[in-house]
């Protein structure tokens, strides 16, 4: 009997459809979010993370309807996020459905704002997101969907991020994000050994060995991952199986 | 069949009722003593503060008639929060009294692994259950708490493990409740779910 490792598609979102891009440009279509929703609720998705990468505040309201189309669907969880900047923004998307809701760039700006809201929702449902590229030899966060660096060690800024209030860290490498090479190990690793809450791998996805690699050598308690499963050159149940026969627990379904 | 939904201003109350209409069973929400005494069933869901729960339910004058239901038979299933409510006090709110339909405490989980408890566990079960009826033994559920029951005398029929072992599911004549989330376990959360249904009166 032990905690299961999770598998999380995640829908990147302009608020209202699935986009795709490699490391973060050139978006393109790929689908109806309600609809890959459900596809991955009935193939054994453990979770789901849909994201509004746009971000705009005149756009929340369709966004804030996506949520609620997507929870219709589910009977996994659901983390929802996306520019969320304060405690309203947060309780708003956590009413239309969501169970959990990440921060990103408002967190690095204001890390009270992870105190305030795990106050409010508490930690089980705050996920710290950080975007992190390698710089010389350490990793760098960066914010605004990847587009601006902050100077901050992306390892230190989960430890303070959990200090703050995070009951779980979505670590995304930007240097793997789109390129179907794996996930990145050795920053999951780092991550995984500076903080006590879960940690979900992103970036990188591709073959089940790239799965198996983040959950043994990258001490990943998730992986995260979108153009793999929307385009089905991944079956969730394949990739589980896979898993399973080589000893990770999984949660088996179908 | 009248189920309610204990509603207090927080928790997961759209997920829960989600979840009973895909089972076919319609739900309405109950926010003052009145409408807690005319029902057939409760539920009283939850996510958040064991503190802040109890305020919301104090407040609002429910925790009276919540026990009062329970002493005149009416089935209660808690849900996670609502689980740990079912209990004396809680480490979580030191002094913040819960509702006390068992003697017991509810304590952090040693920080011995990754917390929050957050995801999909198994369960062990040590006494005949009607909410797990016809879910196979090696079954997953959804957890995502920091909080737990370490001991619910008789009333605890299974365990799971993670940091401690602790209550998972528990069950006390017309007392129910789970510390995972069934309303977000899949088909076997529903299976739960519609046993609590079943057991209460209704067609789960």
């Known amino acids: 009997m032990s905690l299961a490792h999770r598998i999380i598609p995640c829908l990147d979102t302009d608020g209202e459809r699935v986009v795709k891009g490699v490391n973060f440009v050139n978006l393109r279509d790929a689908g109806d979010p309600a609809a890959l929703a459900a596809r991955y609720n009935i193939e054994g998705a453990d979770e789901l993370v849909v994201l509004d990468i746009a971000a705009s505040r005149d756009h929340r309201p369709t966004f804030l309807e996506t949520i609620r189309r997507v929870a219709a669907e589910l009977a996994i969880p659901l983390t929802a996020g996306g520019g969320v900047a304060n405690v309203d923004e947060g309780r708003a998307i956590l009413r239309a459905g969501a169970d959990k809701l990440t921060v990103n760039t408002a967190a690095i700006r204001n890390p009270a704002l992870l105190t305030e809201l795990a106050a409010e929702f508490g930690s089980q449902a705050v996920v710290l997101a950080i975007d992190a590229k390698r710089v010389g030899d350490r990793w760098e966060a960066f914010v605004r969907g990847g587009s601006v660096a902050t100077g901050i060690d992306a390892v230190a800024w989960a430890r303070q991020g959990v200090d703050c209030g995070a009951g779980e860290i979505l670590i995304t490498s930007m240097d793997k994000d789109g390129t179907r090479s794996g996930f990145d190990c050795p920053l999951t690793a780092a991550i995984s050994r500076a903080v006590s809450v879960p940690v979900i791998a992103s970036g990188g996805a591709d073959t089940p060995e790239t799965f198996l690699e983040v959950f043994r050598e990258g001490h990943a308690d998730a992986a995260l991952a979108a153009s793999i499963f929307h385009d089905s050159i991944q079956g969730l149940g394949a990739l589980k199986r896979y898993l399973g026969e080589r000893g990770v627990s999984v949660r088996q379904t179908g | ?204």
């Open chain 2, 1 to 204: 069949m009248n189920i309610a939904l204990v509603e207090y201003g927080a928790g997961n109350l759209p997920s829960v009722e989600r979840a009973l209409g895909r089972l076919g069973v319609e739900s309405r929400r109950a926010s003052t003593p009145e409408a807690l005494a005319d029902c057939d069933a409760l539920i009283l869901p939850g996510v958040g503060h064991f503190g802040a729960l109890m305020r919301s339910l104090g407040e609002r004058g429910l925790v009276k008639p919540l026990r009062e239901a329970v002493s005149r038979g009416t089935p209660l299933l808690g849900i996670c929060l609502g689980l740990q409510a079912m209990f004396a006090a809680s480490d979580e709110a030191p002094g913040e009294a819960g509702l006390a339909l068992f003697p017991q405490k509810v304590s952090a989980l040693p920080p011995v692994d990754r917390l929050p408890h957050m995801g999909w566990n198994q369960l062990r079960r040590a006494r005949p259950s009607k909410l797990l009826e016809g879910v196979p033994e090696d079954a997953y559920f959804y957890f995502a708490h920091s909080y737990a029951a370490l001991d619910a005398g008789d009333a605890g029929v299974a365990y799971c493990d993670h940091c401690a072992p602790f209550v998972a599911v528990l069950e006390k004549q017309n007392v129910f409740a789970t510390q995972f989330h069934p309303e977000k376990s899949g088909p076997v959360g529903a299976q739960v779910l519609s046993n609590f249904v079943r057991h209460a009166g209704g067609k789960g």
